[in-house]
C-alpha cells in the first residue's frame, strides 16, 4: 500500500520535475529568441539607415541632374525655336556644364548634345572622327521617348572610359537631343562616405547590374549572371523575400539585408554580417543550456536520492509497524496465555491451601507445602515474563501513590527473612531511623525492584550475610523530595568483570553451568534496571568474584510526610517474635462482605480462607446477583470477580457505583483477578476498584486487605486462634467415624472425595450433602412441573441448578447428564428433553435411597427438647432454607 503510494509520488516527482525541465527550456528559448530578434531588429534598422539614407542621396543627386537637363532643355527648345545660332547654342552648352558642374561637381557632370546636326559638348572634349552621336546609346533612348527624360543605363564612356551613367532629352526638333553625364564612381564615393561600419552597400539597376557597392571590385558585374557569388546570394535573397528585410546565407555565414527600391527603379541594398552576433547568442544559449542541464541533473539526482530514501524510510516503516505488530501479538499471546496459565494455577495454588489447612497427615502436608513452594515459583516465573513482555510493548507506567515505607520495608523484609533463613543466611538490616515515613511514588514497582535484588542476593550466596541498607540524602524541604539511598550487599558468589556488562541484557543468564540448579530466567535484572529508569533510577553494581556483590540505587522520592521512621529493626524482631503465636491476626464476627465470583468453588475457596475471621459472608454467583445483593444491606468491603459471563467485574462495579440508591455506592470495592498481563494493575485502579487481589488468593494478602479495608470498630484481636484449628482437627477426626457413611455413598457412584475437595472438608460435604438430600424431593417435582407445563425456560434453570449441585456432591456423570438436558433447554431441543428427561430423573430418584441411609438416622425424633416458638421457627426455616439455595455452607452451620 505505502510502496504503491510512494511509486505514484515518485512518478508525480519525475512529471513535475519534466514539467519544470519544460517550463526552463521554454523560458531559454523564449528569452533567446528575443534576443535573438532585438539583435535582428538592431542590425536591420542599421541596414536600413543605411539603404534609405543612400538611396536618398543617390536620388537627390538624380534629381539635381534631371533638373538640371530640364532646364536646359527647355532653354534649348527655345533657342532653336528662335532659330539660333550654333555657336550660340554652343556658348549657352559650356556656360550651362560649367553651372551644372557647381552645382553636383561631384559627379564630374559633362553636358553635351546633337543639335542642328552638331555634335556639342560643354568641355573641351573633342570626339573622333568614327565616333557617330546618332547611334550613341544616350541619343537613341532620348528619340525613342520623344520629349521626355530618361535615363540611359551604366555604359562606357567614349571619352573617359569610365562607367557613366546618362540623362537625356529630345529636343523640339525632334532631331535634337541635349544629354548629361554623371559618372558612377561618384556614387561609389558618396556610398562608401555614407556606409555605417562593418555594411556591405551596393546599389543595382533594374538588371541587377551594379552601380556602386561598396566594394569597388564589384562595380559593373551584374548579379543575374553571376551565379554562387556573395552578390548573387544577396540578389536571390531580396528577390525571393516579399519585404524589404530578408535574410542571406553565404559560405556559413549569415547576414541580414535591408532593400529600398529607388525611383528610376534601381535598387539600394545594404547587407550586415550578423554571423557573430548568431555565434555570441549560440555560445551563450550552449552555456545556459549546460547550466541548466547541471541544474535539472542535480534536480533529478536528488529526486532519485529522495526517492529511494523515502521508501527506504517506508520499508523501515513497514519493518517497524511489522514489529510492533508482531510484539503486540506476542504481548497479546502472553497475556492470554497468563490467564489461562493462572487459572489452572490459581486451581492448584488455592486447593493446596485447603490441602494445607484442613489435613492432619503429615507426608500429605509435607507434600503439599512442595507443592506450594514450586507453584509460587512458577506464579513468579510468570509474573517476571509478562512483566517483561510489558516492558517491551512500553506499557509498564509508574503509577504514584501515598505509601508508607514501613509497610513497603515489612514486606519486603518478611518474605525475604524467610528465604534468607531457610538458607542459613543472615538478613542484616540498616534502615535509617530518621528516614521520612511517608511518601508519594510507585510502592508497588519500589517493592518489585529491591525484592528482585534481594532474591538475586539471597540465591546467589551460599553462606554468610545479607544487607539491605536503606538511608537518606538531598533532603528538601521546600520541595518535599528526598532521595532514597538503597544498596544490598551479600557474600555471594560475586560477578566476574568481564560478565557485569551482561548482568542486564535480557534472557542472559551469567555462568550458566555453574548456576544451572539456581532457578531464574535471565529476565529479572533486565526488568529491575528498566523499572528504575522509568522512576529517573539508575541500578549500579559493584562486585568482587567469589567475595559477594553490591547492587545499589538513588532513587528521588516526594516526601507526604516528614516524620522519621524511628527503630525500624527494632520493631522487625518483635514483630517476629510474636508471629510465630499467631495464625490469623483478627476475627471480625459483626463485619459483612459480600462476594461474587461465578466460580462457585472459588466462592467456596474464598471462604474456607476467611473462615476462621468469623466475618460474615454473602456470595452471589453473577454480577446482576451481587448488584442485588448490594441493594439489601450496607457491607463493609465487596469482592468482585473480574471475569464473569455476561455481567463482569468492571461493569457491576460501574452499575453499584452509579446507582445513588445503592446504599454500597462508597463501599470499598476490591477486584479479584487471575489477570496478570500487562497493565492489569493499572487498569483495576483507573477503573475505580478500590484495590484488587490476584488469584490464586494470598492468604496474607487477603488478610492484610481486610485489615486495611474493615472499619476499625468490627475487629478484634483473635485469641481463640489455637483452639479454633483443634475444633477443626477434631471435627475432621469425627468425621472419620463416619467412614461407613462415606463408603454408602461410593457404593451409590459418588466421588466422595470430588465432593469433599468441591465442598471444603468433609464436614461442610456432609453438610452440603445432608441440604442436598433433603431438598431432592423439591427439586424432582419442580422440574417435573415445570416440564409438564411446557416451560423450557425455567426447566432448563432448575436442571442448570441440579447439575451444580450434582458435580460438588461428586455425581460428575450426572452432572454432565444434566449439562446436556440444559443445553438442549437452552437450544430449544425439545425431543432430546422428552428422550433423555426420565433417564436423568431415574438416577437422580435413585439416589434417594444411599443417601436416606445416610441421613435417614437423623430424623429419629428427639421428643424431650423444648418446643420451638412457632414465629421464631418461621424465621429460621426461613433463613436455612435461603441458605440452603445459595449452598452457603456458613450460613446453614
Ligand atoms: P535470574 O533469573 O537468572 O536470576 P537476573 O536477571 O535476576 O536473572 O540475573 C541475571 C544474572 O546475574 C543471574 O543469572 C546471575 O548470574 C547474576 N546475578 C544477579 N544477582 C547476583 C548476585 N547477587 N550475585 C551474583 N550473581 C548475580
Given at each position: 500500500m505505502k510502496e504503491k503510494r510512494s511509486k505514484r509520488n515518485f512518478i508525480k516527482n519525475i512529471i513535475y520535475s519534466l514539467v519544470m525541465i519544460l517550463f526552463f527550456v521554454g523560458i531559454i528559448v523564449i528569452f533567446y529568441s528575443m534576443l535573438q530578434k532585438e539583435i535582428e531588429e538592431n542590425i536591420t534598422r542599421k541596414c536600413e539607415l543605411n539603404a534609405v539614407k543612400s538611396a536618398e542621396q543617390i536620388e537627390r543627386y538624380f534629381t539635381m541632374g534631371m533638373d538640371s537637363i530640364s532646364l536646359t532643355g527647355y532653354t534649348l527648345d527655345n533657342m532653336l525655336l528662335d532659330k539660333r545660332s550654333n555657336d550660340d547654342i554652343r556658348d549657352y552648352i559650356v556656360n550651362q556644364d560649367i553651372s551644372i558642374a557647381d552645382i553636383i561637381q561631384d559627379f564630374e557632370p559633362s553636358l553635351y548634345g546633337y543639335i542642328n546636326g552638331e555634335f556639342m559638348t560643354g568641355d573641351d572634349w573633342s570626339a573622333s572622327e568614327d565616333y557617330e552621336p546618332t547611334e550613341r546609346p544616350w541619343y537613341i533612348k532620348a528619340r525613342s521617348n520623344m520629349g521626355r527624360i530618361v535615363l540611359v543605363d551604366p555604359y562606357e564612356d567614349a571619352s573617359s572610359d569610365n562607367v557613366i551613367i546618362t540623362i537625356t532629352r529630345s529636343l523640339c526638333?525632334?532631331?535634337?537631343?541635349?544629354?548629361?553625364?554623371?559618372?558612377?564612381?561618384?556614387?561609389?564615393?558618396?556610398?562608401?562616405?555614407?556606409?555605417?561600419?562593418?555594411?556591405?552597400?551596393?546599389?543595382?539597376?533594374?538588371?541587377?547590374?551594379?552601380?556602386?557597392?561598396?566594394?569597388?571590385?564589384?562595380?559593373?558585374?551584374?548579379?543575374?549572371?553571376?551565379?554562387?557569388?556573395?552578390?548573387?546570394?544577396?540578389?536571390?535573397?531580396?528577390?525571393?523575400?516579399?519585404?524589404?528585410?530578408?535574410?542571406?546565407?553565404?559560405?556559413?555565414?549569415?547576414?541580414?539585408?535591408?532593400?529600398?527600391?529607388?525611383?528610376?527603379?534601381?535598387?539600394?541594398?545594404?547587407?550586415?554580417?550578423?554571423?557573430?552576433?548568431?555565434?555570441?547568442?549560440?555560445?551563450?544559449?550552449?552555456?545556459?543550456?549546460?547550466?541548466?542541464?547541471?541544474?535539472?541533473?542535480?534536480?533529478?539526482?536528488?529526486?532519485?536520492?529522495?526517492y529511494e530514501r523515502k521508501s527506504l524510510i517506508e520499508e523501515l516503516e513497514i519493518e517497524n509497524e511489522n514489529s510492533i505488530a508482531a510484539n503486540q501479538a506476542k504481548s497479546a499471546f502472553l497475556a492470554n496465555m497468563s490467564h489461562e496459565i493462572r487459572t489452572p494455577i490459581n486451581a492448584v495454588i488455592g486447593m493446596n491451601e485447603m490441602i494445607l489447612r484442613e489435613s492432619s497427615e503429615e507426608n500429605i502436608t509435607a507434600y503439599a507445602e512442595n507443592v506450594k513452594v514450586a507453584s509460587n515459583t512458577l506464579l513468579c516465573l510468570i509474573n517476571d515474563i509478562l512483566d517483561f513482555s510489558k516492558i517491551e510493548a512500553d506499557k509498564l507506567e509508574i503509577i504514584p501513590v501515598d505509601y508508607d515505607i514501613s509497610s513497603v520495608i515489612n514486606d519486603i523484609v518478611n518474605m525475604i527473612n524467610k528465604r534468607a533463613e531457610d538458607k542459613g543466611l543472615l538478613l542484616k538490616l540498616e534502615i535509617d531511623r530518621n528516614i521520612p515515613k511517608i511518601y508519594k511514588g510507585d510502592e508497588i514497582r519500589i517493592k518489585q525492584v529491591i525484592?528482585?535484588?534481594?532474591?538475586?542476593?539471597?540465591?546467589?550466596?551460599?553462606?554468610?550475610?545479607?544487607?539491605?541498607?536503606?538511608?537518606?540524602?538531598?533532603?528538601?524541604?521546600?520541595?518535599?523530595?528526598?532521595?532514597?539511598?538503597?544498596?544490598?550487599?551479600?557474600?555471594?558468589?560475586?560477578?566476574?568483570?568481564?560478565?557485569?556488562?551482561?548482568?542486564?541484557?535480557?534472557?542472559?543468564?551469567?555462568?550458566e553451568k555453574k548456576n544451572r540448579n539456581i532457578e531464574g530466567t535471565g529476565l529479572g535484572l533486565s526488568i529491575t534496571k528498566r523499572l528504575l529508569e522509568l522512576m529517573g533510577s539508575e541500578l549500579e553494581v559493584e562486585s568482587t568474584y567469589g567475595k559477594g556483590s553490591k547492587f545499589f540505587f538513588n532513587l528521588k522520592q516526594t516526601v507526604v510526610n516528614w516524620e522519621p521512621l524511628g527503630n525500624y529493626e527494632e520493631a522487625f524482631r518483635q514483630h517476629l517474635n510474636s508471629k510465630s503465636k499467631y495464625h490469623e491476626k483478627f476475627t471480625a464476627p459483626t463485619a459483612e462482605i459480600l462476594l461474587v465470583d461465578d466460580?462457585?468453588?472459588?466462592?467456596?475457596?474464598?471462604?474456607?480462607?476467611?473462615?476462621?475471621?468469623?466475618?460474615?459472608?454473602?456470595?452471589?454467583?453473577?454480577?446482576?446477583?451481587?448488584?442485588?445483593?448490594?441493594?439489601?444491606?450496607?457491607?463493609?468491603?465487596?469482592?468482585?470477580?473480574?471475569?464473569?459471563?455476561?455481567?463482569?467485574?468492571?461493569?457491576?462495579?460501574?452499575?453499584?457505583?452509579?446507582?445513588?440508591?445503592?446504599?454500597?455506592?462508597?463501599?470499598?470495592?476490591?477486584?479479584?483477578?487471575?489477570?496478570?498481563?500487562?497493565?492489569?494493575?493499572?487498569?483495576?485502579?483507573?477503573?475505580?476498584?478500590?484495590?484488587?487481589?490476584?488469584?490464586?488468593?494470598?492468604?496474607?494478602?487477603?488478610?492484610?486487605?481486610?485489615?486495611?479495608?474493615?472499619?476499625?470498630?468490627?475487629?478484634?484481636?483473635?485469641?481463640?486462634?489455637?483452639?479454633?484449628?483443634?475444633?477443626?482437627?477434631?471435627?475432621?477426626?469425627?468425621?472419620?467415624?463416619?467412614?461407613?457413611?462415606?463408603?454408602?455413598?461410593?457404593?451409590?457412584?459418588?466421588?466422595?472425595?470430588?465432593?469433599?475437595?468441591?465442598?471444603?472438608?468433609?464436614?461442610?460435604?456432609?453438610?452440603?450433602?445432608?441440604?442436598?438430600?433433603?431438598?431432592?424431593?423439591?427439586?424432582?417435582?419442580?422440574?417435573?412441573?415445570?416440564?409438564?407445563?411446557?416451560?423450557?425456560?425455567?426447566?432448563?434453570?432448575?436442571?442448570?441448578?441440579?447439575?451444580?449441585?450434582?458435580?460438588?456432591?461428586?455425581?460428575?456423570?450426572?452432572?454432565?447428564?444434566?449439562?446436556?438436558?440444559?443445553?438442549?433447554?437452552?437450544?430449544?431441543?425439545?425431543?432430546?428433553?422428552?428422550?433423555?428427561?426420565?433417564?436423568?430423573?431415574?438416577?437422580?430418584?435413585?439416589?434417594?435411597?444411599?443417601?436416606?441411609?445416610?441421613?435417614?438416622?437423623?430424623?429419629?425424633?428427639?421428643?424431650?427438647r423444648p418446643t420451638a416458638d412457632e414465629e421464631l421457627m418461621k424465621e429460621f426455616y426461613k433463613e436455612v432454607s435461603s441458605a440452603a439455595e445459595n449452598m452457603d455452607c456458613d450460613e446453614l452451620e
Open positions: 526638333d525632334a532631331k535634337s537631343v541635349i544629354a548629361l553625364d554623371m559618372s558612377i564612381e561618384k556614387f561609389q564615393d558618396a556610398i562608401m562616405t555614407m556606409t555605417e561600419d562593418g555594411a556591405i552597400m551596393m546599389i543595382l539597376d533594374r538588371n541587377y547590374t551594379v552601380l556602386a557597392h561598396s566594394d569597388g571590385n564589384e562595380l559593373a558585374k551584374n548579379y543575374i549572371n553571376e551565379e554562387g557569388t556573395f552578390g548573387s546570394s544577396v540578389v536571390k535573397g531580396y528577390r525571393k523575400s516579399q519585404d524589404d528585410t530578408f535574410f542571406v546565407s553565404f559560405d556559413n555565414r549569415q547576414y541580414i539585408a535591408y532593400g529600398v527600391r529607388m525611383e528610376n527603379d534601381w535598387l539600394c541594398l545594404s547587407v550586415m554580417d550578423a554571423t557573430d552576433h548568431y555565434r555570441k547568442l549560440i555560445r551563450l544559449m550552449g552555456l545556459t543550456a549546460i547550466v541548466s542541464m547541471l541544474f535539472i541533473f542535480v534536480m533529478i539526482a536528488d529526486l532519485i536520492w529522495s525484592t528482585n535484588i534481594l532474591t538475586n542476593a539471597v540465591k546467589y550466596t551460599k553462606e554468610g550475610s545479607i544487607t539491605f541498607k536503606m538511608g537518606f540524602s538531598d533532603a528538601n524541604w521546600k520541595n518535599d523530595s528526598v532521595v532514597l539511598n538503597v544498596s544490598i550487599a551479600d557474600t555471594g558468589i560475586g560477578i566476574k568483570e568481564e560478565d557485569i556488562g551482561k548482568l542486564f541484557s535480557k534472557f542472559d543468564r551469567i555462568e466460580n462457585a468453588m472459588n466462592l467456596t475457596v474464598f471462604k474456607s480462607l476467611i473462615k476462621k475471621t468469623l466475618i460474615k459472608t454473602d456470595t452471589a454467583l453473577s454480577g446482576d446477583e451481587g448488584i442485588n445483593l448490594s441493594k439489601e444491606k450496607i457491607y463493609d468491603v465487596i469482592f468482585l470477580d473480574h471475569m464473569m459471563p455476561e455481567k463482569d467485574g468492571i461493569e457491576t462495579l460501574r452499575e453499584i457505583r452509579a446507582d445513588e440508591d445503592n446504599p454500597n455506592i462508597a463501599t470499598p470495592i476490591i477486584c479479584l483477578t487471575a489477570n496478570a498481563i500487562s497493565g492489569a494493575r493499572e487498569e483495576y485502579i483507573k477503573e475505580g476498584f478500590d484495590d484488587y487481589l490476584t488469584k490464586p488468593i494470598d492468604p496474607i494478602k487477603l488478610e492484610e486487605t481486610l485489615l486495611k479495608y474493615l472499619p476499625g470498630d468490627r475487629i478484634s484481636e483473635n485469641t481463640v486462634e489455637e483452639e479454633t484449628v483443634e475444633e477443626s482437627r477434631e471435627s475432621d477426626s469425627s468425621a472419620e467415624n463416619k467412614d461407613d457413611n462415606l463408603r454408602v455413598l461410593e457404593n451409590a457412584g459418588i466421588d466422595t472425595e470430588a465432593g469433599i475437595r468441591n465442598s471444603g472438608g468433609k464436614e461442610n460435604y456432609m453438610m452440603v450433602l445432608g441440604i442436598f438430600f433433603e431438598s431432592m424431593d423439591e427439586k424432582k417435582k419442580e422440574i417435573e412441573d415445570y416440564l409438564a407445563d411446557n416451560d423450557i425456560e425455567n426447566y432448563t434453570i432448575k436442571v442448570h441448578a441440579l447439575k451444580s449441585s450434582l458435580k460438588i456432591i461428586g455425581l460428575s456423570e450426572l452432572g454432565e447428564e444434566a449439562q446436556k438436558l440444559e443445553d438442549a433447554g437452552k437450544s430449544g431441543d425439545s425431543g432430546y428433553i422428552k428422550e433423555n428427561h426420565d433417564s436423568l430423573m431415574n438416577s437422580f430418584a435413585g439416589l434417594k435411597e444411599p443417601l436416606s441411609e445416610v441421613f435417614g438416622k437423623k430424623e429419629t425424633a428427639v421428643d424431650d
